[in-house]
């Protein structure tokens, strides 16, 4: 069975692709927050909620790849979850390499034994003046995506 945290990732992931703002803000503890690409925020499952409903209802979204490159234990019951991913368009085949993310996860165990999202980052991987990097970066991204196909 998969780390709990690492599942965590992976179905926040799938939230994004299905659209799904509902499924996306239940993985989060009530008082959860994220930051998203562009730099904004929601705190809490109803902000996250109602932060993605607007984005999923006016224009497609790019679909998640992504790579858990590591997993650390911050305390008992809470866990860092260190990703990298990259989008591919609706209807495209191929990633976006602008669109690259580093992305940090911290989760918790609830008292029902449940794992909670308490902070999600997605930080964009423009690696300034370092082509090469986001060339790596990609190639990275695209194993995987290559794997999920």
Known sequence: MDDPAVELYRKLLQAWNDRDAAAYARLFSDD???VGFDGSTADGKDEIKAHLEPIFAHHPTAAYVGK???VRKLATGSVLVRAV????????????????????LVASRQPNGDWKIEMFQ?????FDGRPIEVEKL???????????Q
């Open 138 to 148: 990609t190639r990275e991204l695209e194993i995987e995506l290559e794997g999920a």
């Open 68 to 70: 858990v490159r590591a």
């Open 32 to 34: 959860g927050s994220i």
């Open 122 to 126: 997605n930080t964009p991987a423009r």
């Open 85 to 104: 991913a990259g989008m591919v368009p609706p209807g495209k085949r191929s990633l976006m390499p602008e669109r690259n993310a580093v992305q940090s």
